[in-house]
T-cell receptor, first 111, second 113 residues
Framework: GDSVTQMEGPVTLSEEAFLTINCTYT??????LFWYVQYPGEGLQLLLK?????DKGSNKGFEATYRKETTSFHLEKGSVQVSDSAVYFC??????????FGSGTRLLVRP | GAGVSQSPSNKVTEKGKDVELRCDPI?????LYWYRQRLGQGLEFLIY????????KSGLPSDRFSAERTGESVSTLTIQRTQQEDSAVYLC???????????FGQGTRLTVV
């Protein structure tokens, strides 16, 4: 069945470092792809999305590009802040509109 | 309200008791999802409703778990004869039809003692 694989965490970075969190997927057809973020003690929020190949989603300095050829949707940010510390979830919506999540990657940014 | 509303926000129950968790989706959203998130873990898919179609129950972990949805409105997740391993945050989300993004409620934290 369809699935999402994320890099294992935690990822620990210093403030202003470059961030990449890898996400790859397996799906039939052409899913929509999402990144959600869960800040400490809070609920899940949509961070960004992409609905077709080569689309780039962006929000709050984060970016991810829908790469059909590599079935990837890696999350990037040029300069992380302490306030970016959170758990990041990659997800896809498949052809039956079922929403499937990866296992999450915890990011810790040190001052 | 404007967002997905879940109630109660916290529930403590004794092992063996039944519990009902409620989710009010965003008005007009035809899709509704339930997930379970154990402490420090990812999101475990439980069940998915889409309009009047038969729900996708493939994630329900046992026959103690069931869920219903009234039309395109409220959903109730019922756990019978609760066990300690059922302790988790239960998250509900809703979305418009199709590939639209899902919006999450704040969750119900269930503790079975």
């Amino acid at each position: 069945g369809d699935s999402v694989t994320q890099m294992e965490g935690p990822v620990t970075l210093s403030e202003e470092a470059f961030l990449t969190i890898n996400c790859t997927y397996t799906a039939t057809g052409y899913p929509s792809l999402f990144w959600y973020v869960q800040y400490p003690g809070e609920g899940l929020q949509l961070l960004l999305k992409a609905t077709k190949a080569d689309d780039k989603g962006s929000n709050k300095g984060f970016e991810a590009t829908y790469r059909k050829e590599t079935t990837s949707f890696h999350l990037e940010k040029g300069s992380v802040q302490v306030s970016d510390s959170a758990v990041y979830f990659c997800a896809l919506k498949d052809s039956s509109y079922k929403l499937i999540f990866g296992s999450g990657t915890r990011l810790l940014v040190r001052p | 309200g404007a967002g997905v509303s879940q109630s109660p926000s916290n529930k403590v129950t004794e092992k063996g008791k039944d519990v009902e968790l409620r989710c009010d989706p965003i008005s007009g959203h035809t899709a509704l999802y339930w997930y379970r998130q154990r402490l420090g873990q990812g999101l475990e898919f439980l069940i998915y409703f889409q309009g009047n179609s038969a729900p996708d129950k493939s994630g329900l972990p046992s026959d103690r778990f069931s869920a219903e949805r009234t039309g395109e409105s409220v959903s109730t997740l019922t756990i019978q004869r609760t066990q300690q391993e059922d302790s988790a945050v239960y998250l509900c989300a809703s979305s418009l039809q199709g590939f639209s993004e899902a919006f999450f409620g704040q969750g119900t934290r269930l503790t079975v003692v």
